[in-house]
């Protein structure tokens, strides 16, 4: 970097002055079949990331398909919202850039960049700190998350030597610890906040990828992409302690949180299912037949629909988990990769 501090690049600001304002020129111009009045009430679209065509595919909830495309930097892996849910910001790892887009609008709000190689993102709970991992050049950056400074949002408080590969980020609910896995030398390393420390790093099972810390900040679930299972470690006391392997299927990648704070969704990307795990009996409580290669996924607000991209197939896959059916399947863009929308379930 030749800068600690991001390089902001701004454009339609003014559009969303207006937005702010009420005019809703700016939703009319992102969503051209919305008039402005009832923009801002119109159900929220979804956002797929199309990681090798370099965009962002924005679905129409209402009729399920394909409405526009965003351009966005090269390998669009994950995306995140910003902690006042203005934006939601995708990571561009091969183009070093992060772009803010308008989580109810889908209008491209501006591009921050010379954020090194960001692959996967987290923003600590207390709204300090932003982390990015960097999974080609194997370093993990902490941020310290400035709003008030809209010009540079963002300032490296430290980067962090993390070889290899740092993969997923999680961040537990006291803003305290962030914790990642090394995919290629099957490691977990847990780094303190506050002083951007490394406080341990230990082996793991085999390819970790995507984690999932509990409500109550002690277990922390583990996809093993190389394997066939999760991983459960309590990490309450100083070193965290293996306390079981719960088989899943080929490829244990992806989590998502059914949002009552106990049950948790894994996508198996071999495997081509999703598990549904109980966080309290640490065992899988439920099965469902995802196609394509599942791998990132979301669960939507009316409790049974889960949406996961289907890596392989160049589809979004749309679940009833209640009927254990696909019930649609919706065309997006190459190596589709993470997917995201405002009308979701609870993160817990």
Known sequence: MTSERAVLTTYGDERRGLLKAGAGVA?????PWMSPAWARQAPTPIFVLNSLDADVSVIDPVTHTERTRLATGKEPHHLYLTPDEKSVIVANAASDSLTFIDPMTAEVQRTVRQIVDPYHLRFSPDMKWFVAAANRLDHIDIYRWQPQTPATPLALAKRVHAPKTPSHLMIDSRSTVVYCTLQDSNELVALDLN???VRYTVPIGKMPADLYLTA???TLLIGMTGSDM????DVSGPQPRLVKRITTGKGAHAFRARGD?????VSNRVANTI?????????VVDQYTA??????????????????TSRWARKLTYIDTVDKRVIRQVGVGRSPHGVWTLAHAGRV
Not at 230 to 233: D, G, L, Q, S
Not at 261 to 265: A, E, G, L
């Open 195 to 197: 002083t951007q420390a």
């Open 27 to 31: 939703a009319a111009m992102a969503w």
């Open 216 to 218: 109550d900040d002690r």
């Open 275 to 283: 598990s549904l795990i109980d966080s309290q009996s640490l065992s």
């Open 261 to 265: 704070k106990r049950h948790v969704f």
């Open 291 to 308: 196609p394509g290669g599942p791998d990132c996924m979301e669960f939507l607000a009316d409790g049974r629909t889960l949406l996961v």
């Open 230 to 233: 999760v991983e459960a470690y």
